[in-house]
C-alpha cells in the first residue's frame, strides 16, 4: 500500500482530515464514523489498523477510499516535520563514531525525534498544568542541548537536519505554551486532560446498513469559524513578517494556531518568525549590557550577557564575555570556568578564551590548570601581555583590567 504522494509506505504516514471536511454532513456507519474520529493528524496509518474498530483489512479499504474522495490526505514530507514521524527525513542513520558529534549525543537526538508528535508538555518533558517557571526552565535546558549552533562547522551528517527539527519543535511548544491566550485556546480546541475514549463498535454495528449521519461534539460551523479566524490571523502575521516586524508577526502567527492547531503551515512559519524574534532579543540585551558597561554597572551587564545566552547559548563571544564578567566581580567561579571552558571548546583557537579561563583556574587557586592555560594562551598570542603577567605573577590577585575583551 502507497501513498499517491510519496513513495513512504502510507501506513507509516499520519492521515489528517481535509481542511474544509465536514463530518456532520457525511453518511457514515457508526464502525466508519469510529474511525473518523481516530483520524487525528497525530495516529500514523498502521496504529489506525489496530485501534480503528474494524479489521485491518476494512481500515485500509476506508482509508483509501477517503484519499480518493479527498475526504482525508496524507501530508508531504516538508510538512510532515513537524509532526514527529520519523519517516519524514527517511530512515533513522546509523550512529557513525567517525562524525564530529559524540555518539551518545546521536542517540540522544534520535532517541528524542520519537516524541515530536507528543502534546507540547511533553515534549518539554513537563506536566500539562506546568506553570511558566517550569516551560522556561526546561526550554532553557533543552535548547541549550539542541540549539544547532553547538555544532556549527562540525560534520555531523544525517544529523544536521535532525537535530534542527528537533530544536524547532521545542521552540514551538515552549513559544505556544508561554503565551496565555494561545495556551489556553489550544487547550480548548484538545479537549480535556482525560478524555474518555468512545467505545469501540460492537459486530452487529459494524455489520449493518448504513445508519444516520454521526453527530459530532464540535459543530462544523464552529471549526470554520475558527478557521476563518486562524486565516485571518496568519495573513496578518506574514504581512508584519514582511515588514520585518518580528515580534508583532509572532502573535499574530501564534494565535492563528491557537485556533487552527493542526494546520503545520502555520507552525512552520511561526518557528521561523520566532527564532527571528530570538535573534532581536538577543541583540537588543547585548546592546543594553554594553551601555551598562559604559555605566560600570558590570553586575548588570553580566545579568543582561547571562540573559542573552538563553537566546544563543553556543555564542562563544558571549559566553567569553558572561565568564569574564564573573570573575571581574567576584561572581559565581564555577558557573564562569562553565562558561569559559565551553567558549574554548567552540573556539579553541583564541588566545583571549584561553586567558580568561586561565585567569578564572587561578582565582579559583587551581594553580597547575591556570598555568597551563595560560601558557596555551601566550602560545597563539605571544603578544599577550595580561597573559604574561599573570603567568609571572600568581600573587597579585585580580587584575585591573575590566574590559570584556580582556585588550589593553
Request: aromatic residues 6%; neutral net charge.
Amino acid at each position: 500500500m502507497q501513498s499517491k504522494t510519496d513513495a513512504t509506505p502510507a501506513e507509516d504516514r499520519v492521515p489528517q482530515l481535509a481542511p474544509d471536511l465536514d463530518p456532520a454532513a457525511l453518511s457514515l456507519t457508526p464502525a466508519e464514523g469510529y474511525l473518523l474520529s481516530r483520524v487525528d493528524g497525530r495516529t500514523p496509518w498502521k496504529l489506525l489498523r489496530e485501534i480503528g474498530g474494524l479489521t485491518p483489512e476494512e481500515v485500509d479499504r476506508c482509508l483509501d477510499r477517503w484519499l480518493g474522495e479527498g475526504l482525508i490526505r496524507l501530508p508531504e514530507k516538508r510538512r510532515g516535520a513537524g509532526s514527529g514521524a520519523s519517516g519524514d527525513l527517511g530512515p533513522p542513520p546509523r550512529v557513525d563514531a567517525k562524525l564530529e558529534i559524540p555518539v551518545e549525543v546521536q542517540r540522544r537526538i534520535l532517541e528524542y525525534e520519537t516524541r515530536l508528535g507528543s502534546p507540547y508538555h511533553e515534549i518539554l518533558g513537563i506536566s500539562r498544568d506546568a506553570g511558566q517557571a517550569l516551560i522556561k526552565k526546561a526550554y532553557f535546558t533543552l535548547s541549550k542541548e539542541f540549539h544547532p549552533d553547538r555544532y556549527f562547522r562540525r560534520e555531523i551528517g544525517p544529523f544536521a537536519k535532525r537535530l534542527e527539527r528537533v530544536f524547532k519543535k521545542i521552540v514551538e511548544a515552549y513559544e505556544l505554551l508561554s503565551d496565555p491566550t494561545a495556551r489556553a485556546e489550544l487547550e480548548r480546541s484538545l479537549g480535556p486532560q482525560t478524555p474518555a475514549a468512545p467505545a469501540a463498535p460492537s459486530k452487529s454495528d459494524r455489520d449493518g446498513p448504513p445508519r444516520k449521519p454521526l453527530a459530532f461534539s464540535i459543530h462544523n460551523r464552529v471549526i470554520q469559524q475558527r478557521k476563518l479566524k486562524a486565516k485571518r490571523l496568519f495573513e496578518a502575521g506574514t504581512a508584519a513578517f514582511a515588514r520585518e516586524r518580528w515580534t508583532e508577526a509572532a502573535g499574530s502567527v501564534r494565535l492563528a494556531i491557537a485556533f487552527d492547531p493542526w494546520n503545520e503551515a502555520y507552525k512552520e512559519r511561526f518557528v521561523d518568525i520566532q527564532l527571528r524574534v530570538h535573534q532581536e532579543r538577543a541583540c537588543q540585551l547585548v546592546a543594553q549590557a554594553e551601555e551598562a558597561l559604559d555605566m560600570r554597572e558590570l553586575a548588570e551587564a553580566l545579568r543582561l550577557i547571562n540573559e542573552a545566552l538563553h537566546y544563543r547559548p553556543h555564542d562563544a563571544d558571549l559566553l567569553h564575555r558572561a565568564a569574564r564578567l564573573a570573575w571581574v566581580t567576584g561572581g559565581d567561579l564555577h558557573k564562569a570556568k562553565m562558561q569559559a571552558q565551553e567558549s574554548c571548546e567552540l573556539e579553541p583557537d583564541v588566545g583571549r578564551y584561553r586567558r580568561t579561563l586561565g585567569q578564572i583556574y587561578k582565582a579559583a587557586g587551581l594553580d597547575a590548570n591556570a598555568r597551563r592555560e595560560l601558557e596555551a594562551a601566550l602560545r597563539l598570542d605571544p603578544n599577550d601581555q595580561e597573559a604574561e603577567d599573570a603567568l609571572r605573577s600568581f600573587g597579585r590577585g585580580i587584575l585591573s583590567s575590566l574590559t570584556l575583551g580582556g585588550k589593553r
